[in-house]
């Protein structure tokens, strides 16, 4: 694409141009005359141009400039690279202007003395990318989406070895599973469900029945490790944590994978190449190896493309500094509720994201689909205080119910960059009813406030450490916070307005009316039950979506009335021009648009009513979703008010999107199910495997002290002791048990018992009374910042004491001489102002990262080669299953001893039985050891020879 939009243009812009010009000169001079005051005859010689001299030394000229510059026609460069990385000068001429940018292009961006040097270089470059998902209760249909978008990857992976090796990347992935086991020590009927969907998964991405190779099973410390080998040779582990050995819950699966991936695996590595190559700087080397290693955190329902993965990459590789890197997550589901989330993800997104990656760092990179630097992530002051259990309850708030923003938290302080590339999109599944979507949120706004306020508190530290945030950017975020601290008595100013405009009410009476319903239900948060609070929430969100239609009818009289150019109109007029122009701006995302006045009817139950259940609700760390999910089932929806206010347009919808399970799927179970009865293995249905048990130690983990709660009998119950064997000899992974390696086997134990011992006394302290004493504090002062904020503007409706008036000339609103005195109130117009402010400083950072995104998507584009010969080369077929499965081995044994398995190693043949049982068993292999190092020694030589 760099020759296309680079080059090609380069070349012909000159020539054209003069030829143009030629024409113009001999057959329309009067053309260039008339419009351009060029007079051909005076300024140039028409003579000298008929006679076609000219043309020999300019075709010379052109053929000398390009043979000088020629290595822009063998680009080398990154996409998305730098202007100090492409240009010598950072300046241009404006009169020779392609020559100038042809002359200016540098040659090449990696500078490398030797072929020997710059084959180690490009080895060790190749990124390496670990997909690591964290699991619980997903449904069948989560599971399927996930590893369909695994097997996606894998297939991509392998395929740009060769097509595209400038673009090529390693792949592994990880799943942890918590809670994978019952107290009998079966395996949940969860896990069943995941053995199940990897065969349909991988069939349906083959679009023919295909056999992963394995699971090999590796007992642990922890659980149980499977391993897989995909069809393109990539491994595939699935951990299964079970909650009585250690601690379950994502952020602790995060520590796993982060500690286990950069912590041994890369230290074993480092040791090997140390010892591969004495003369080799190790400390740059793996420096380099940990830059070029990331982390691609994935939810258990996320689905995404190979596409999306390769532009996380190029912000990565843009940029050495970038810690994490986000893509656009797109809501998907049926429903007014998910409606509405796709119209607030879109907003989110389009505005507040890319004002955020524009002005400074996106604050927020979501654990469903973001990409994480290794070197960053093991940073001390980032992984060292990320394990830290929570000795408070400020710190619950910050660690356990936000654990994606704390991490992002931790690198912005530490100078790390997080951007956002609007280019790499990934579907997740949203909350479908009321109560799960409120109880989501209620985790999501505390922990938002929370890490905001810890970056704000410590602003100077954070503009010293970090070049990419500046104290303009701490304004920024100063004034969004002050804009969500005062936003519900904003909402109910709005309504009293409304009441005064609409219903013909006096100030006092329309406060009172609008002020009540939020008392009320503030205080029915603070004394009543969960289940109570999300019936008056769902109530109070109905009767606020008929309040805002009189809003609605409020601004319209208002712009007929008085005129429409009052603030109020302008603003809301202002508002959906911006929202129309982004989607415009977002031509495959648009129809995100049409949800928009669902979105508006229901804002005082986003900025109201949910701020206070979540605020009231802030000593209440449950999770609050998947909590009662089967297996095999899609998720039932509840009944709320908004459903049944939309439940016509919302049947019609669920009708014709509903993603039920196909004959085909359901005959593929069926088959499923009767090969495993034959094998003699236990089946359980989902109809008779009981739910499983949470843990009781960590507070975070709790569930809400509610006699409706149907988790607070589990969670005081203690596990049973796990003593029986059938989830090693008959669980539904069937394949071979193996010994692990004793390094990696003596690595999880230490790791379980530093950090993830889910006995350990740090994670028995109760909490519970300071979540309820900093509950009463936050509820406390934002009833008092509220109450303040609506008395002040009370008094300046109520007393009028700067009412501001404008003179327009406006004649149909105006008096005999055409003025209209429109008076406004000041601390309103003040208010609309600096909401206005803040959107139009989002639309202009918007328009900024459009143009980025645009860029980025244009240099990713692949023109079509009619003359390429790049082919695939796939693994032969004629291997036998024994060799194959020896070969596999190898590699496992290679992963948990040396840390990778990319390095040279002998045929299956060369492997007798003996050796074999010692891969079998993870016994030390002196005699396999001695083998592998004799094949790279071997393989050394012959390269040496050949150089």
Request: charged share 20%.
């Amino acid at each position: 694409m760099q020759i296309f939009s680079f080059a090609i243009p380069c070349l012909l812009s000159t020539p054209i141009a003069s030829g143009i010009m030629a024409y113009l000169c001999l057959r329309r001079g009067d053309f260039l005359s008339k419009n351009f005051n060029f007079d051909c005859d005076s300024d140039c010689d028409v003579n000298y141009l008929k006679s076609n001299y000219y043309l020999v030394p300019a075709s010379l000229w052109i053929l000398s400039l390009y043979w000088t510059a020629g290595h822009i026609w063998f680009p080398k460069q990154k996409r998305i690279a730098t202007i100090e990385s492409l240009f010598v000068n950072p300046f241009y001429c404006g009169i020779l202007l392609e020559q100038d940018l042809v002359l200016n292009r540098k040659r090449d961006q990696d500078k490398v003395q030797t072929q020997e040097d710059k084959k180690k270089f490009d080895k060790d470059n190749i990124p390496m990318v670990y997909a690591c998902a964290t699991m619980w209760h997903e449904s069948r249909m989560e599971m399927k989406q996930l590893l369909k978008s695994l097997f996606r990857v894998d297939k991509d992976q392998a395929e740009r070895e060769n097509q595209y090796p400038d673009d090529f990347y390693r792949f592994e992935v990880h799943i942890f599973f918590d809670d994978a086991y019952k107290d009998n020590g079966c395996v949940n009927e969860f896990v069943t469900e995941l053995n199940s969907v990897i065969d349909e998964a991988t069939s349906k991405r083959n679009s023919e029945r295909i056999d992963l190779e394995g699971p090999y099973k590796f007992p642990t410390c922890y659980g149980e490790q499977k391993v897989y080998k995909m069809p393109e040779g990539n491994f595939m582990f699935i951990h299964l944590k079970d909650k009585t050995k250690i601690r379950r819950k994502k952020r602790w699966s995060q520590v796993m994978y982060m500690y286990y991936l950069l912590g041994y695996r890369l230290q074993m590595e480092r040791e090997y190449m140390q010892k591969k190559d004495n003369n080799v700087d190790i400390d740059d080397l793996f420096k380099m190896k940990a830059e070029n290693t990331f982390i691609l955190a994935l939810d258990g329902d996320v689905d995404f493309t190979p596409g999306a993965v390769r532009i996380l990459i190029d912000r990565m590789k843009k940029d050495k500094t970038v810690g994490a890197a986000c893509g656009r997550i797109h809501s998907i589901g049926n429903g007014p509720i998910v409606w509405y989330q796709k119209f607030e993800y879109a907003i989110a997104h389009w505005l507040q994201k890319a004002t955020e990656h524009v002005l400074g760092c996106v604050l927020c990179s979501p654990g469903c689909f973001s990409l994480f630097r290794g070197s960053a992530l093991m940073d001390d002051n980032v992984m060292g205080k990320y394990v830290q259990v929570p000795t408070n309850a400020t710190e619950v708030l910050m660690y356990d119910l936000g654990e994606d923003r704390w991490l992002c938290t931790l690198l912005l302080q530490q100078g790390y960059r997080v951007d956002y590339a609007a280019g790499a999109d990934a579907f997740t599944n949203a909350p479908e009813g009321f109560n799960e979507f409120f109880q989501q949120r209620k985790r999501w706004g505390p922990s938002t406030l929370a890490n905001i306020m810890a970056l704000l508190q410590n602003w100077e530290k954070v503009v010293k450490e970090n070049p990419n945030i500046s104290w303009l950017y701490i304004i920024y975020l100063g004034s969004l916070m002050v804009s969500t601290i005062i936003g519900p008595s904003t909402i109910l100013m709005l309504i009293a307005g409304a009441f005064v405009t609409v219903f013909d009410l006096s100030i006092v009476n329309a406060y009172i009316a609008s002020v009540i319903p939020g008392v009320l239900f503030f205080v029915i948060c603070l004394v009543c039950t969960t289940k109570v609070q999300l019936i008056v929430a769902q109530v109070l969100s109905g009767f606020y979506v008929i309040i805002m239609m009189v809003v609605m009818v409020g601004l319209l009289i208002t712009a007929l009335t008085q005129s429409p150019y009052h603030p109020s109109v302008i603003f809301l007029l202002g508002l959906v021009l911006i929202f129309v122009v982004a989607a415009v701006l977002h031509p495959r995302e648009w129809v995100n648009i049409l949800y928009g006045f669902l979105y508006f009817v229901s804002i005082p139950s986003g900025f109201l009513v949910q701020v206070i259940y979540s605020l009231c609700n802030l000593n209440d760390v449950s999770w609050g979703t998947r909590e009662n999910s089967t297996p095999g089932k899609e998720k039932i929806k509840e009944n709320g008010v908004l459903s049944n206010i939309f439940s016509p347009v919302s049947k019609l919808v669920n009708n014709s999107f509903r993603r039920d399970s196909s004959d085909k799927e359901k005959l593929f179970l069926n088959l499923l199910q009767e090969t495993i009865s034959m094998l003699g293995h236990k089946n359980q249905s989902a109809d008779s495997v009981s739910k499983c048990d949470l843990p009781s130690g960590d507070v975070a983990d709790q569930p809400p002290k509610d006699e409706n709660s149907t988790h607070e009998k589990d969670a005081q119950t203690t596990p049973k002791a796990n003593n029986s064997k059938c989830w090693i000899d008959e669980g539904p992974f069937q394949g071979e048990k193996l010994t692990m390696n004793e390094n990696e086997s003596k690595f999880w134990q230490d790791l379980v018992e530093r950090y993830l011992d889910p006995k350990d006394v740090k994670m028995k302290k109760d909490l519970t009374g300071e979540l309820k004493e900093l509950r009463n504090n936050v509820c406390s002062g934002m009833a008092l910042v509220n109450i303040l904020w609506i008395t002040v503007n009370f008094m300046f409706q109520f007393r009028s004491p700067t009412v501001v008036t404008f003179q327009l000339p406006i004649e149909d609103y105006g008096d005999e001489h055409g003025i209209y005195e429109m008076k406004i109130e000041m601390l309103g117009l003040l208010f609309i102002i600096f909401f206005l402010v803040l959107l139009l400083i989002q639309f202009c950072g918007m328009v900024m990262h459009r143009l980025g995104t645009f860029i980025h998507l244009v240099a990713i584009t692949e023109l079509w080669n009619p003359i390429s010969t790049k082919q695939i080369n796939r693994p032969p077929k004629n291997e036998s299953v024994q060799s194959i499965e020896i070969s596999t081995l190898i590699q496992i044994r290679q992963l948990q001893e040396y840390g990778t398995k990319y390095i040279s190693t002998p045929s299956s043949s060369e492997i007798n039985s003996e050796q074999t049982e010692e891969l079998r068993h993870g016994q030390s292999q002196p005699n396999l050891r001695h083998r592998l190092s004799k094949s790279e020694t071997s393989n050394r030589t012959n390269k040496s020879s050949e150089h």
